[in-house]
């Protein structure tokens, strides 16, 4: 379902979240837990691979590291059941 756009292999270590950022390059900043203060944490820059993001894609760190893209969902058909 997922193609891989660029291979990284970045080791992905507890208590960090993984992101492509708006340079394309694959960045990392601490999880937020209870106590902290919210937007006030560090972003550091991991591998420096700058994707062109294309619209309609989603972008993330798979489980090997690497850099990959799935189609978004846009626009399901039919009612939604309440």
């Known amino acids: 379902m997922a193609e891989v756009v660029a291979k990284t292999g970045v080791r992905k270590a507890a208590g960090y979240l ?5 340079h394309g390059n694959v960045s990392r900043a601490k999880m937020s837990r209870a106590g902290r203060a919210k937007g006030k944490t ?5 591998s420096k691979v700058g994707v ?8 993330f760190i798979d489980k090997k590291g690497n850099v990959a893209r799935a189609k978004m969902a846009r626009g399901r058909k039919g009612k939604r059941k309440r």
């Open 52 to 59: 062109k993001k294309q619209k309609g894609y989603l972008y």
């Open 42 to 46: 560090k972003v550091e820059l991991v």
């Open 18 to 22: 993984y992101f492509l950022d708006k």
